[in-house]
């Protein structure tokens, strides 16, 4: 045994390292975010002596980005505009101007709004596709699959053009509504929808469930997992938007990619507060996904699952 | 080809106070050529004993041999042993031709014309030649069990291990294939060991068998022996089908008083001597039924066509007795039934061991019959029919 | 079950009411017949689909034989009433060109800069990443249960960061007085111009992207892998097999769909390349060099304006997408459905 078990050792040497300097590998980039956002730039943008560790420069950093002007990262309090004069007291009621959103609340705000509604609608589609039997029902079924193969973000070019029609330039709605049925989510809804056992339904209808009621009471707490995943995938997907916003939004309304590549693309670039807006849009995410991991990892795999 | 030796072997999983050990004290000799069962409940760890003979699991301690070549410590590879999967674990990606070239082409340098030719060979003698361009999936399940077998006797391996390879068959392509390998492997002429925890099928098979339990051997011998002469309880109820029946009897000198009417008086009380109680067998061909006997209360009638099975009650203990096809009582009626002392089975209440056994009358003397022993160890001459068990079987020396 | 309906006993409470009422309302509504229903679930998720996904479709296609002019003025519906107007106008002003956009992609060099540059990043990183991922999920299968969780969530948490903010900290990262080149010249090799050199700025990319990926990819692997019945690594095992022989032999094979499935979606991800070059190039990376096919669509479309020309562009990259991935279905996959 002797032999063997030098030669196990060795291997098993050489995979351990071989992890542990992925592991770095992955860090150090993250780390770096986190450590650029709270130093002076002059301080690591350094080629004989950038500094490591966290400097104390976060709140000087952060305040100097909140304060430009044709960004807006995060918000600000804004003005009260209708209020009723009571006299010694006064009672603002316009509140949707009592808070300007600014990029982080933006992102934040449609990644939400999306992925409970695309949640909805995905969900209601593959319940479609999964339990119920209609004329067109396999087209249609392949043409939305096939859409996966696509880039959709290709698309943008007469989604601008609709948009200008209907109005809704520079609106959450733009970004929010083009991909609300999104063909990777109805995929996976209908998927795991075909696990229920049709008995349950059956059942269920017998003892006089309608049929919204199916949906609603039974199908959906049976998939919750799967709707855990789904929604971090959603969510995601929104989040990490870029080309469409772009296109589409102004100032006032940008998402998080749109503000930073304003930062990145202005007459001076100020890495320092950067790499705040960097900080302030991963970490959360992190933090998140910590905890959602089995969420996130089963959110991966459930695409991947061949049937 | 040569004999395997397991020496005091011991496997336990995990460590410290979560280890469970799996098998115990294994002391076996398997010999060239020969076809040897291991059969038990389950989680008695014989499966967990054929994997560590294998080279898959490696032992805690203890030593195994193939013939005069120490292998404890050598991978499953370096064993040259095959084995026959319960899922056949055909390669899913390969055609059938492959998979039984597979082995010859890693551990052999022989050339692929060569390794061609004794895939053809092997292919005929077991019936699957016009299949070889298939994979796995297209084939049924006896088809791939042919598979698997072609790929272990292709190799021509010191020894084959099976593991329980026909319990996924249906059962009539059970029974055929049940004949076809005790044929194969006999002209094959390979040590052979197969893992089951049917013991129809053990006793049908193999030359031997070996009987676990817990992860400890309970006993070794031709299926005669085992049957005719368990070595404690446990075998007697595990060998046999239907089970032999077992109760509590108490003992006053030479009289048994058992559940309901059940009285006996022995000729021979050697066994019970020292005992106040004693537990009493009787296997359910030994029941014949008499006019005046003990008294048993009918249950259910079962007709078996050649044979009838009668369930029956005696006193709060459940009876079971194998009767000839023309008896039927009625159920609720009362039959009665004698048993000859011959065939009575008597074990220790507290350890199990047993003290009297049907070995034609005759009866060993006295209560030493050990656990773990192989084979009969008689210095008694024995009567006719119990032929081969005179062997005597060397024990593994420490 | 006449009798049922009103019972001895307490009166329904609120919220037993409510619940009558809700159900009385139900009644109402009629329950729509067995074909039915399936469309009215259907219904919005589908109407959405059409409106913004699949006319989009359509339409690209057709916009691809026009040009452009301008947002569309001309009125095609127009219903009004005392008190209710409603004005269709044409989306878009076009012209008709037929071909011609298709035939000036030909003579279009930056184009072919965007292809040769996609392709260049296609052919290094996704094989690069793919081997990587692999790596990492053979290693982390052969690791102790507890260790795997750890490295796997480590290795994971890349996926997680919006692309657009990981991109500014390679741009960070990659600058000359960056972090990369300090560690390189501390070992004492040459600092790199990562963002100036043409040849280095793709690698760049590659680097960033191989990143932000390989962590994804490999659980997906882990998961493949994680699915191998054991039992075949025995037989393996016993038929002789070395740990090399049994990667080759068992391990890949059974892989097989998976990795086909990683290949794909990672080559569709490649073409799809936006956030990384623009914020990369928006950082000073020469343009000729990073920009990539979406890319220089965009640029055609919102900043040159030319709409035709970049459906065009769009539809050549739809082929050249669809054309690759049925290649490597092909080539990869055994035919099972």
């Known amino acids: ?307 | 080809m040569s004999n395997i030796t397991l020496d005091t072997i011991r496997k336990e999983f995990g460590s410290g106070q979560d280890s469970i050990v799996a098998v115990e004290d294994i002391d076996l000799e398997i010999r060239d050529g020969e076809f040897l069962v291991l059969v038990g409940p389950s989680g008695c760890g014989k499966t967990t004993t054929l994997r560590c003979i294998a080279g898959l699991e490696d032992v805690t301690s203890g030593r195994i041999t193939f013939g005069d070549k120490d292998v404890t410590g050598l991978r499953a590879r370096e064993r040259d042993v095959a084995m026959v999967f319960q899922n056949y674990a055909l390669y899913p990606h390969m055609d059938v031709r492959r998979n039984l070239g597979f082995g010859l082409k890693l551990s052999t340098k022989l050339p692929a014309a060569e390794i061609d030719q004794q895939v053809e060979e092997v292919a005929e003698m077991l019936g699957i030649e016009e299949l070889l361009g298939q994979k796995p999936k297209e084939l049924s399940g006896g088809q791939q069990q042919r598979v698997a077998l072609g790929r272990a006797i292709i190799r021509d391996p010191e020894a084959f291990l099976m593991d329980e390879p026909l319990s996924n068959l249906d059962a009539k392509l059970r029974s055929q294939m049940r004949t076809e390998l005790q044929t194969l492997q006999h002209d094959l002429d390979v040590t052979t060991v197969y893992v089951t925890h049917d013991q129809t099928e053990a006793m049908a098979m193999g030359d031997r068998i070996a009987v676990m339990n817990h992860g400890t051997l309970q006993q070794v011998g031709t299926a005669e022996e085992v049957y005719r002469d368990p070595v404690n309880e446990f075998v007697a109820d595990f060998i046999g089908s239907p089970s032999i029946n077992v109760f509590d009897a108490t003992v006053d000198g030479a009289r048994l008083d058992g559940p309901g009417a059940f009285t006996y008086h022995l000729s021979e009380t050697a066994p019970v001597e020292r005992l106040d109680t004693v537990r009493v067998g009787i296997r359910p061909e030994d029941i014949t039924l008499v006019d005046d006997g003990i008294e048993l209360g009918v249950n259910v009638l079962e007709p078996m066509g050649n044979e009838n099975f009668l369930y029956a009650t005696l006193g709060h203990q459940e009876v079971t007795a194998r009767i000839s096809p023309t008896n039927r009582p009625q159920p609720g009626r009362s039959v009665s039934f004698a048993v000859d002392e011959a065939a009575l089975y008597l074990f220790d209440p507290e350890t199990g061991d047993s003290l009297k056994t049907k070995r034609d009358g005759e009866v060993p003397s006295g209560p030493d019959s050990i656990p773990n022993r192989e084979g009969v160890q008689s210095d008694v001459g024995t009567g006719a029919g119990t032929g081969s068990s005179t062997d005597p079987i060397e024990e593994t020396i420490e | ?337």
């Open chain 3, 1 to 337: 079950m006449a009798t049922r309906d009103s019972l001895p006993g307490p009166d329904p409470s609120v919220r037993d009411r409510l619940r009558f009422a809700r159900q009385s309302v139900g009644e109402l509504v009629p329950t729509p017949g067995e074909g039915i229903v399936g469309y009215v679930f259907l219904l919005p998720a589908f109407v959405l689909f059409g409106v913004f996904l699949a006319f989009p479709i359509i339409y690209t296609f057709y916009l691809s034989f026009f040009r452009f002019n301008g947002v569309g003025n001309d009125t095609l519906l127009w219903i009004e009433t005392g008190f209710f107007e409603y004005k269709l106008t044409s989306i878009a002003d076009l012209e008709f060109v037929g071909l011609a956009n298709y035939t000036a992609m030909f003579s279009d060099s930056l184009f072919h800069q965007a292809l040769f540059n996609t392709t260049f990043i296609l052919v290094v990183q996704v094989p690069l990443m793919i081997a990587l991922a692999l790596l990492f999920a053979v290693a982390l299968d052969a690791s102790f249960v507890r260790l795997r969780g750890v490295f796997r969530t480590v290795l994971a948490l890349p996926v997680s960061a919006n692309l657009v903010a990981y991109s500014t900290v390679f741009l960070l990262m990659m600058q000359d007085a960056g972090l990369v080149n300090y560690v390189l010249t501390a070992v004492g090799l040459p600092a790199i111009p990562w963002l100036t050199s043409s040849f280095w700025s793709r690698m760049t990319i590659v680097g960033a992207v191989t990143w932000r990926w390989t962590g994804y990819n490999m659980i997906i692997l882990l998961a493949g892998l994680q699915n191998i019945p054991q039992q075949l690594y025995e037989a393996a095992e016993i038929d002789g097999a070395t740990r090399i022989q049994k990667f080759r032999y068992v391990t890949v094979p059974q892989l097989r769909p998976v990795l086909l499935f990683v290949f794909v979606t990672s080559t569709i991800g490649t073409f799809k390349l936006f956030s990384e070059p623009v914020i990369i190039n928006g950082g000073g990376a020469p343009l000729d060099s990073t920009i990539t096919i979406v890319q220089y669509i965009y640029q055609a479309a919102f900043i040159d304006f030319r709409l035709g020309y970049a459906s065009a562009l769009t539809y050549v990259l739809i082929a050249v997408v669809s054309v690759l991935s049925a290649i490597q279905l092909n080539v990869g996959g055994e035919s099972d459905a």
């Open chain 1, 1 to 307: 045994m002797r032999e063997e078990t030098r030669r196990e050792a060795v291997w098993q040497f050489l995979t351990y390292g071989f992890i542990l300097l992925g592991a770095v590998v992955t860090l150090v980039p993250l780390y770096w975010i986190f450590v650029a956002s709270t130093l002076k730039e002059s301080e690591f943008l350094s080629s004989t002596d950038p500094r490591l560790l966290p400097g104390d420069s976060f709140l000087g950093n952060f305040g100097a980005l909140h304060a430009r002007e044709n960004v807006q990262f995060v918000g600000r309090v804004g003005e009260m505009t209708q209020y009723v004069d009571l006299g010694p007291v006064y009672i603002a009621y316009d509140f949707w101007n009592l808070w300007n959103m600014g990029a982080i609340e933006s992102s934040i705000f449609v990644a939400g709004i999306y992925t409970v509604l695309s949640l909805l609608l995905c969900s209601m589609a593959g319940f479609a596709f999964a339990k119920y039997e209609f004329r067109f029902k396999q087209p249609i079924f392949y043409a939305i699959l096939a859409t996966l193969i696509l880039p959709i973000q290709l698309l943008v070019i007469p989604l601008f053009l609709l948009m200008s029609q209907i109005g809704l330039t520079n609106s959450y709605w733009a970004i929010i509504l083009p991909w609300l049925a999104n063909p990777l989510g109805i995929f996976l809804m209908r998927q795991n929808m075909r696990s229920i056992p049709d008995a349950l339904l059956e059942s269920a209808r017998m003892d006089g469930a309608t049929e919204f009621q199916l949906y609603y009471k039974i199908a959906l707490p049976t998939m919750k997992s799967s709707l855990a995943a789904l929604s971090i995938i959603l969510f995601l997907f929104q989040w990490n938007l870029f080309l469409f916003p772009l296109v589409i939004l102004d100032q006032g309304k940008y998402t998080i990619p749109v503000a930073i590549n304003q930062l990145v693309g202005a007459q001076r670039v100020y890495y320092d507060q950067i790499m705040v807006a960097a900080t302030l849009s991963i970490i959360p995410i992190f933090v998140l996904f910590l905890f959602l991991q089995k969420q996130f990892v089963s959110g991966i795999l459930a695409g991947s699952v061949k049937e």
